[in-house]
């Protein structure tokens, strides 16, 4: 049990990273919030070729993982584009608050249908990962303004969908005898939605842009399939209930140490309250 436990814990400290790495650079791009989209399916193909390579391209093709897996894919892509629509009414101080304990919900429903338990510090560790996603999720302006009230239905779909995602992540790999599958058919997922992110972003291509644009914001949306690739075995060798908060809450860390290295940015004071939570709630996983 012990190895298992120092696995997941890995697992989830490479998605923190390139989470974190991912979020500090993914707003310097010209391209649309939906071309940004078709790049990040894109780039799930190359960690979806070493999953395969890792199986010798032996996919589990049996209907029941195949579509759980599907199910993870759809839940976090189709999110990824509703948000792009809760964002066209409300700004992101608005929007990202609410979406940002979708873990709550990977909480209940772990607890109640996979009958997880942790210990008493386990439950002040999950605490202490909701006040991290907090605490980063306050605005640090409000610069924008709210066209219409819709954006809360639209927040709403993508606070449940990813919620429900990380739920059924882990009845996927309780249904395959690899992770790899399920990463595989996430990213069949995420490339099926590219025609609806082309036409929501009406019709515009790449080829407007630069090639050197392009390809930035490719290796940029690597990191992020990348951490979605260790949070699949995360989420299989550990707990749902405590691999969802901990991934979320601690990205923003990095993003933060970052900032301030790269850009001087000082961080505010619920941000700092947010990373001594989020690094405290790491010590306690740990022990878990």
Known sequence: ?????????????????????????????????????????????????????????????????????????????????????????????????????????????????????????????????????????????????VSSWIWILYASVVFVFWGIQAFVMKLANNSTPDAESVFVYMAISAMVLIPVALLMGGGESLSAYGAGEVWKVFFVQILNAIGAFTLVYANRYGKAMIVAPLAD??????MCVISLILYSAVPTVPQVIGMVAAISCVFIFSRE
Not at 39 to 54: D, E, F, G, H, Q
Not at 84 to 105: E, G, W
Not at 249 to 254: D, E, L, Q, R, Y
């Open 1 to 145: 049990m012990a190895q298992k436990k120092n696995t997941w814990l890995l697992y989830a400290l490479v998605t923190m990273v390139t989470w974190g790495i991912w979020g500090a650079f993914s707003d310097q791009t010209v391209l649309p919030k939906t071309l940004v989209y078709v790049m990040w399916a894109l780039s799930m193909v190359p960690p979806a070729l070493v999953a395969l390579a890792n199986i010798k391209f032996k996919l589990d093709v049996r209907s029941k993982p195949a579509l759980l897996s599907m199910g993870v894919g759809l839940l976090g892509a189709g999110g990824q584009l509703v948000l792009f629509l809760a964002l066209d009414y409300a700004p992101a101080y608005l929007v990202m608050p609410m979406i940002s304990v979708a873990p709550i919900v990977t909480v209940i429903l772990s607890a109640l249908f996979l009958k997880e338990k942790v210990s008493k510090l386990g439950y002040v560790g999950i605490a202490l990962a909701f006040v991290a996603l907090v605490c980063f999720a306050l605005p640090d302006s409000k610069d924008g303004v």
């Open 249 to 254: 809450a601690c990205a923003p860390v990095i």
